[in-house]
T-cell receptor, first 115, second 115 residues
Framework: AQSVTQLDSQVPVFEEAPVELRCNYS??????LFWYVQYPNQGLQLLLK??????LVKGINGFEAEFNKSQTSFHLRKPSVHISDTAEYFC?????????????FGQGTRLTINP | NAGVTQTPKFQVLKTGQSMTLQCAQD?????MSWYRQDPGMGLRLIHY???????DQGEVPNGYNVSRSTTEDFPLRLLSAAPSQTSVYFC??????????????FGNGTRLTVT
């Protein structure tokens, strides 16, 4: 079975500073990895995903993530954040026999951007 | 396209009451699912369906029933509400024909309070 751990429940940063949101996963099979974003009072929307190939994936709004198989990590980064990036971010994993039907989410990281 | 539509947006129930949370999608997605979101716990899968007439349990199915009579609709039933079911509920769908890595499309959620 897959599991996901997001190492920080809250991350405060100043506007235009870089940010990294950390995610580690556990799985015995090949996986697909995702980052979703949830803006206040909305559902989740896909930020980016890793399927295979290049370990650096780029998503919307200037975010990118790097897949590291040896460290079982999929950290999300942005070089310069904006106030509009204030949201909750979820790392998720799916894959494997039967597991492809179940997307498992991490606990979420609340990103707060201070002016 | 409306995407994934959830009703109601808010609901307050007394312990022991029953209700149905509605979910409809107009994207002809075969896969639909229900998640609950609780602070510090991320999203947890309640039930999912891979097509009309087919449903299966997720991580936290107790206290909830589902059925899938049409491709478009996937209602979630609480037969006897309990305070532990106070949560925000999200319905999500995706098109498995595009691969099991295809992104989930989320509704805007139903905020349920059980007193």
């Amino acid at each position: 079975a897959q599991s996901v751990t997001q190492l920080d429940s809250q991350v405060p940063v100043f506007e235009e500073a870089p940010v990294e949101l950390r995610c580690n996963y556990s799985s015995s099979v090949s996986v697909y990895l995702f980052w979703y974003v949830q803006y206040p009072n909305q559902g989740l929307q896909l930020l980016l995903k890793y399927l295979s190939g290049s370990t650096l994936v780029k998503g919307i709004n200037g975010f990118e993530a790097e897949f590291n198989k040896s460290q079982t990590s999929f950290h999300l980064r942005k070089p310069s954040v904006h106030i509009s990036d204030t949201a909750e971010y979820f790392c998720a994993v799916t894959g494997g026999l039967g597991g492809a039907q179940k997307l498992v989410f991490g606990q979420g990281t609340r990103l707060t951007i201070n002016p | 396209n409306a995407g994934v539509t959830q009703t109601p947006k808010f609901q307050v129930l007394k312990t022991g009451q029953s209700m149905t949370l509605q979910c409809a999608q107009d994207m002809n997605h075969e896969y639909m699912s229900w998640y609950r979101q609780d602070p510090g716990m991320g999203l947890r899968l309640i039930h999912y369906s891979v097509g009309a007439g087919i449903t299966d349990q997720g991580e936290v199915p107790n206290g909830y029933n589902v059925s899938r009579s049409t491709t478009e609709d996937f209602p979630l039933r609480l037969l006897s509400a309990a305070p532990s079911q106070t949560s925000v509920y999200f319905c999500a769908s995706r098109n498995p024909g595009a691969g099991w890595h295809s992104p989930l499309h989320f509704g805007n959620g139903t905020r349920l309070t059980v007193t």
